[in-house]
């Protein structure tokens, strides 16, 4: 039951007659007339008295109250809904509520993001330190005499030289991540052929596939252009993220590779490795910054520990998502999928399923 200054007045007022009728009904030889007459006055003096004190002195410091905490959230349009609610009690009680919960989350948000920062923080002073301390180690070394011997100068000097690489592409790499999530870095999307973006991808990772011992490949020959719509640079980063670290994590005489698979209206974009694979506990962190699976190897590999975060991050600005599936010590398979350009009309004889992907 809904109350509001007017219904308890009337309730008050009714109950104040009653009682006083009551009493004159013990006043011996009143006569009924009197008795209406001083029901009428006494209910009117008391609804008036009542409603006044309530309206003035009660229920409008309420409804200022009120007001001033629609002002603070007058952002949430729903607010503007429950106004015509009767009672100002319950409306001020569930605005109050409502509000200190909205600040209760907001506060548990700022308190996520002060963690996240300080992880933040220790994670980039980790990784920034081991390069620093690598190249003043080397420079140290040879201003301490070691310059002299030429062949060790060049040596230390080359090693110096790898450990700021190192540094310059991790201060990049940090950078990269920072423009997309504050959108300083905007995705211009064009329509180009996915099969070729990826064959020059393997011909630039030969080498290092090479040297590893990897093979690297498309899984078939696809015979048309793959064409999607998205940012050809952003992609190209994306690919060459996954496939070199495919190549990374596969041991000598295994093998990384490339393919394709149609969908509705998006092409499915894999890149599956015989490696190490990945534990499934580590699965759900692998996107995270800074996050490795083997802290001790990876470093070993170099690399940042940014570069699936950075895919991550591109695919999400594309409005798709990463998805991996792995199984430790036999392999991984990471896939995306992108939009087909608009204006493909067929690649009929290209799509020949590898029964792998199927």
């Known amino acids: 039951m809904q109350f509001n200054s007017r219904a308890i007045a009337l309730l008050l007022a009714l109950s104040v007659a009653a009682i006083t009728t009551a009493f004159l009904y013990l006043v011996p030889g009143i006569t009924t007339t009197s008795i209406v007459i001083a029901f009428l006055l006494s209910f009117s003096s008391s609804y008036i008295l009542v409603r006044l004190v309530l309206e003035f002195l009660f229920f409008r410091q309420i ?55 300080r992880e933040f923080i220790a994670d980039v002073s980790h990784e920034l330190k081991t390069p620093i301390f690598a190249a003043q180690g080397f420079v140290h070394t040879l201003l301490d005499g070691a310059i002299n011997d030429k062949e060790v100068r060049k040596k230390f000097l ?42 020059e991808i393997l011909d630039q990772l030969e080498d290092k596939a090479d040297k590893k011992g990897v093979e690297l490949k ?79 190897r990876s470093r070993e590999k170099g690399g940042t520990g940014l570069g699936l975060s950075i895919v991550k991050h591109i695919l999400e600005s594309h409005d798709s998502e990463i998805f991996v599936e792995s199984e430790y010590k036999v392999g991984s398979k990471f896939y995306f999928e992108l939009e087909k350009a608009n204006y493909i009309d067929k690649v009929d004889e290209g799509w020949e399923e590898d029964e792998d992907y199927a």
């Open 63 to 117: 409804e200022n109250i009120y007001d001033s905490l629609k002002r603070i959230r007058d952002s949430e349009l729903a607010l503007r809904g429950r106004m015509s609610s009767v009672n100002p009690l319950k409306r001020i009680d569930r605005e109050i509520s409502s509000f200190a919960k909205s600040k209760e989350k907001e506060i548990e948000e700022l308190k996520e993001r002060e963690n996240f920062r």
């Open 158 to 199: 080359k090693k110096a030289a790898r450990s700021l690489d190192a540094l310059d592409l991790l201060v990049q790499d940090i950078l990269t991540i920072s423009q997309i999530e504050s959108g300083e870095i905007t995705m211009h999307l064009e329509n180009f052929d996915m099969r070729g973006m990826c064959k």
């Open 218 to 296: 498309m899984s078939k020959k696809y015979k048309d252009p793959i064409i999607v719509r998205g940012d050809y640079r952003r992609i190209y980063q994306v690919m060459i993220n996954l496939v070199s670290n495919a190549i990374k994590y596969t041991k000598k005489g295994g093998e990384a590779k490339i393919s394709f698979k149609e969908l509705d209206n998006k092409i499915r974009v894999m890149v599956t490795d015989t490696g190490r694979g990945i534990p499934e506990s580590d699965i759900s962190r692998i996107f995270e910054r800074f996050y490795r699976v083997d802290k001790s």
